[in-house]
Structures are given as structure tokens and as C-alpha cells.
């Protein structure tokens, strides 16, 4: 059974930097698709990130790029999510997901497993 735990969420300052994790189970992920994806509250879930199964391909949302890195480590079948200069707008519940296709994915549609998520608060 695949088990997807992200960890690392908080309450920062805005300003200030988190990085989430995302560590699978019951998988290897090491040809898989992974992403990120959040929900605010009384909003929809959209995408954040997605990360090919090497690692090298990645596709930001705009609203994050140039403050968001997500890489992963096939080793220890984790992901991860530097979250930089976070503002209060980032508050929601971030996601991670992943699929058995190798390529970058976008929609939330085409991810087959998903975590519970974790809980980022951006406030002063």
C-alpha cells in the first residue's frame, strides 16, 4: 500500500523559510511523478510544483517561482519543498502526490496517490 507523509508544516513570520518533506512508503518512487500541490482555506486545490522522476524536470506555478525549490532524493524516497520569502498568501494546506508515470505531471486529475497534507501558516 502506498503511503505518501509530508512533514515540516508551521507558523513563520512572513519573510521567513519552512521546508516540507514528503517521504513515500510501499513504493519505490524513483520513476515516479511528484508534486505539490496546496489548498487555502475556502479555496480549491491547485498546483504548486511538479518534479519528474529524475528530478531534473520541474514546472512551477507562478505565483511561486524564484521562492519555491522542490527537488527529491531517490535514495531515501523523499521529496522536498524549500519554501523561501513566504508570504502571508502561502498559508494553506500543502499536499504532496505522485503517480506511476516517469514524466512531470500538472493536473491534479492525473496523480494516483496523495498524503493528508500538512499545515504551512504564514502570519506575523
Known amino acids: 500500500q502506498v503511503q505518501l507523509v509530508e512533514s515540516g508544516g508551521r507558523l513563520v513570520q512572513p519573510g521567513g523559510s519552512l521546508r516540507l518533506s514528503c517521504a513515500a512508503s510501499?513504493?519505490?518512487?524513483?520513476?515516479?511523478?511528484m508534486g505539490w500541490f496546496r489548498q487555502a482555506p475556502g479555496k480549491e486545490r491547485e498546483f504548486v510544483v511538479g518534479i519528474g522522476w529524475g528530478g531534473a524536470s520541474t514546472m512551477y506555478a507562478d505565483f511561486v517561482k524564484g521562492r519555491f525549490t522542490a527537488s527529491r532524493d531517490n535514495a531515501k524516497n523523499t521529496m522536498y519543498l524549500q519554501m523561501n520569502s513566504l508570504k502571508p498568501e502561502d498559508t494553506a494546506v500543502y499536499y504532496c502526490?505522485?503517480?506511476?508515470?516517469?514524466?512531470?505531471?500538472?493536473?491534479?486529475?492525473?496523480?494516483?496517490?496523495w498524503g493528508q497534507g500538512t499545515q504551512v501558516t504564514v502570519s506575523s
Open positions: 502526490a505522485a503517480d506511476v508515470r516517469p514524466s512531470l505531471l500538472v493536473a491534479e486529475s492525473e496523480y494516483s496517490y
Open positions: 510501499g513504493v519505490t518512487v524513483i520513476k515516479h511523478a
